[in-house]
């Protein structure tokens, strides 16, 4: 049996993990590793705030192409929505909190793993991997085993959030946050004081809705290169066009708007209509450069290897 090793259980990972169940020719051993829990809820759907919410609306954010309205299914069906009414806004559209959509992701991977149609095995190692080596390619943890595998996909997400270039100098100071998810950091606010936040964007609102929820009084200043906030979500014109039929229009508009990107064509392809499976030649499952294990910043970030971890191999 081939082994898969994805690193990084955000969604990312944890889609990579469910769609490779669902479409291998024949069972594969899939190891999920994040320090996290679970896999699902990963950076983006971890905060436990609970006006921290989506960007979209549900049928942005189900796991499968062919069934737009799975997330939305599920908010209803497992109560959710019921018990979170002020997610539904005036016109209708649902903006679900971010930890459910963790939940979601978290409740999907333990579906699968209890059965998929490739009788693959789902598994998640907790860890974080520090390093990686070719030729055969095997997964340093820190503090934790040593994986080989057959392959490995890099799904580590944004990593962690940094002072801004030009604003190193200051970022040891107290008053400087430069985690804008650290809830307890920000609770530390008084509510007289003065919040300047650098951004004015998705997570400069996160943080305005956590700083009202505890009665902040104090002025709040945003600060922004172009001087724009967020636009209002628009009212998406058909309820069915998913990020799936984003993602499978052509030309796609994001490639469009942006231009096209060197390594997320490739997820598209796997992701596809045309989704030929592990074994298609489109895959995005394949042996990782040098250079791509490096850029990653993997054994960059985390530190020093363990020594004791080189003999537990799983
Ligand atoms: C605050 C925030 C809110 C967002 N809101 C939305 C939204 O509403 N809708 C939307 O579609 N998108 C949203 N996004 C964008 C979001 O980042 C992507 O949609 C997607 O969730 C990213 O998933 P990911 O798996 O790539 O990354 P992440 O969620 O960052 O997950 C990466 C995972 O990799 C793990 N990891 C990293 N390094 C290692 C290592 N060396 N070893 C083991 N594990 C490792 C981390 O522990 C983490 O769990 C948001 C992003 C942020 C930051």
Redesign the pocket.
């Known amino acids: 049996m081939q082994t898969i090793a994805i690193?990084?259980?955000?969604?990312?990972?944890?889609a990579m993990a469910i769609h490779l169940s669902r479409e291998a020719r024949r069972p594969l051993r899939l190891i999920v590793?994040?320090?996290?829990e679970a896999p699902g809820?990963?950076?983006?759907?971890a905060?436990s705030h609970p006006d921290?919410?989506?960007?979209?609306q549900p049928v942005?954010?189900s796991l499968y192409p062919e069934s737009p309205l799975h997330f939305e299914h599920w908010l209803a069906a497992s109560g959710t929505l019921a018990g979170d009414p002020v997610s539904i806004a005036e016109h209708g559209a649902i903006y679900a909190r971010?930890q459910d959509?963790g939940r979601y992701l978290a409740e999907e991977f333990r579906r699968h793993q209890g059965g998929n149609p490739s009788a693959s095995s789902l598994e998640h190692c907790r860890?974080?991997?520090?390093a990686i080596e070719l030729d055969p390619i095997r997964l340093q943890c820190l503090d934790g085993p040593l994986i080989q595998s057959d392959a490995v996909v890099l799904?580590?997400?944004?990593?962690q959030v940094r002072a801004p270039a030009g604003l190193e100098a200051v970022s040891d100071h107290p008053a400087f946050m430069d985690d804008p998810?650290n809830l307890a950091r920000l609770r530390g606010i008084a509510p007289d004081q003065t919040v300047v936040l650098l951004g004015s964007g998705?997570?400069a609102l996160?943080t305005i809705v956590a700083l009202a929820e505890q009665q902040h009084r104090g002025p709040i200043v945003t600060v922004s290169r172009r001087g724009r906030q967020p636009p209002t979500q628009p009212v998406l014109k058909s309820p069915l066009s998913s990020v799936w039929d984003l993602m499978n229009a052509w030309p796609v508009p994001w490639i469009e708007r942006y231009g096209r990107p060197r390594v997320r064509g490739r997820r598209f392809t796997l992701f596809g209509r045309n989704s030929s499976g592990f074994e298609g030649k489109d895959s995005a499952i394949r042996r990782p450069s040098t250079a791509c294990a490096t850029r990653s910043g993997?054994s960059g970030?985390?530190g020093r290897r363990s020594k004791s971890a080189a003999s537990c191999v799983i």
Do not use: C, E, K, Q
Request: aromatic share 10%.
């Open positions: 690193v990084g259980g955000g969604f990312a990972g944890t590793i994040d320090p996290a809820p990963g950076r983006a759907h905060s921290h919410r989506l960007n979209g942005m954010h971010r959509f860890a974080s991997v520090v799904a580590l997400g944004w990593g998810w998705l997570t996160d993997i970030r985390t």
